[in-house]
């Protein structure tokens, strides 16, 4: 092979390393621990455990296994350090898969299928997001993806600071955007 050409793909082949090795730009990425936490299989037990650690609730991530949109907030959003942080401080996380077999005991102690318990929620795609209270009762249910992770956080700022029964989202956050975009 020519000596030109030889270099040229060692180039080629060395440049996505020089390029990110001078990015001094932060990885806030975390590839564990797992933004969910272990499910316990009890609704009851999850309330009981944000009473004890003084939590503002439970959050319900609906989902399926072939939801891409799911897959993209998993690979986007909830592996960001200050999602992770934001929520861990505040809540319990769980994800339930509406395609599955499993069953769980509910809020009222019933065992149930997961499909089911997500009807109950008015769950009809995914991704959907439940924000519970300590008694159970949904505050908030968010339908659809969220790609951007600050927004994310500002989806768990709208529920901890009680605004969900001041303003609709929207409006939280156009309110949030004016306050980073002011001078």
Known sequence: MNAKLSAFIIFILLLPLWVTAGSSAPNNKVTEPSFFHSFSGSIVSELDQIKEQTKTGVVLFFSTQHCRFCKRMKATVFNQRSVQEYYRQHFRILELDIESD??????????????????????????????????????YRHVGMIADPQEFIWLAEYVVSNQTRKQNFTNFKINKRQQVTAP
């Not at 149930?112 to 439940?130: C, F, G, M, N, S």
């Open 102 to 139: 499993t069953t769980l005991v509910d809020e009222l102690a019933q065992t149930t299928p997961y499909l089911d318990y997500a009807k109950r929620h008015r769950v009809r795609l995914t991704p959907t997001i439940v924000f519970l209270n300590h008694a159970g009762e949904t505050v």
